[in-house]
């Protein structure tokens, strides 16, 4: 048996297989735009987890995401692969992708890969997104 834990807590367990993940994804429509809501951790693990369901996701979705990073506490290289991922599905052709980065630490990070460029980066939420406070993560 493998455990991996953080103090007193169980973050994983992998011969039961259960987890606690540092990361998720809620969906949700607002007003005919797909919103793509991510928290917590967005890394190499993130990424490979969250990918197939991102892309699933945005084979039904509508002609316009947005991916929302208001949440994010840490990005690395894993995730910034996945945001490359969305930005590829949702190509100009097929529709439009708003990246709201939320934190100056995400803003610095794409702006120092110069993916800052690559996205469409509004002023504010382009959508009126109110938080729930619940989280729907990959559980």
Known sequence: MITLRE???????????????TFGLQHRVVNG????????????????????RVMALLDHAGPRVVADLREVTFM?????????RIRKRVTPGRGTLWLVPGSARNRRLLRITSLDKAFTIPASMPVPCTRTGTRSGFR
């Open 33 to 52: 735009t797909d919103v793509l809501a991510f928290w917590g951790e967005l890394d190499a693990w993130a990424d490979q987890e969250l990918a197939p």
């Open 76 to 84: 690395d290289a894993g995730g910034l692969r996945l945001l490359v």
């Open 7 to 21: 103090g007193k807590k169980t973050l994983l367990d992998w011969e039961t297989g259960t987890a606690d993940f």
